[in-house]
């Protein structure tokens, strides 16, 4: 169903794309825009604007998509490119799960303040395992809970408010970690055949 939703905004963006391809604006310029806009959601976050970080996460989300589509349309991919988006998506991500740490350690929800440590550590575990299994030859985008999920399931909580926000930490504290089990799973099991 994501791979929908995110299909369907990647078609809504694509006027805006061809635009950009024409300006010849660079990929990696929207990247850093995206980081950008997650610093922001961290910092938003920390000072309890939930909705308004909420929102600026969902708009990361959204430089993030067409930063891929402006490199594949205007013919810019490049491996330095590739690597400059997975590294300032881990660290969005970070700083975000920073932002949102403060914001529980406020609340004094010790619980949920821990909660949000393992979804840190699953949503890099996820992302780690996969680039682990290509750097081996093989694909591996299968699983619940990838980047895309992540933000949105981040943006559209904080927007919602504090006790869906929570939620959804616990619900990628668990399913960040299931999806990279999963996928050390799945790749043993297509290594034996």
């Not at 995110?6 to 825009?33: I, M, N, W």
């Not at 308004?52 to 930063?67: E, Q, S, T």
């Amino acid at each position: 169903m994501i791979e929908k939703v995110k299909d369907d905004v990647a078609e809504l963006l694509e006027p805006s794309t061809q635009y950009l391809v024409e300006k010849r604006l660079r990929p990696d310029f929207l990247t850093l825009v995206g980081f950008v806009l997650n610093l922001v959601a961290a910092i938003l976050f920390g000072i309890d604007q939930i909705r308004w970080a909420g929102f600026a996460v969902l708009l990361a989300g959204i430089f993030d998509i067409m930063d891929g589509q402006v490199a594949r349309a205007g013919r810019q991919t490049t491996s330095f490119g590739a690597l400059l988006d997975s590294t300032v998506d881990r660290y969005s991500e970070i700083f975000v799960w920073f932002g949102i740490a403060v914001s529980f350690i406020k609340s004094d929800s010790l619980w949920t303040t821990s909660a949000v440590f393992f979804a840190l550590a699953g949503s890099l575990m996820v992302s780690y395992v996969r680039a682990r299994v290509e750097g081996l030859g093989e694909e591996c985008k299968v699983g619940l809970m990838q980047r895309p999920e992540r933000v949105i399931a981040i943006g559209v909580g904080a927007l919602i408010g504090q006790f869906a926000l929570t939620l959804v930490v616990w619900g990628i504290a668990l399913l960040a970690n299931y999806t990279a089990l999963h996928r050390v799973l799945y790749f043993r099991k297509r290594s034996k055949s």
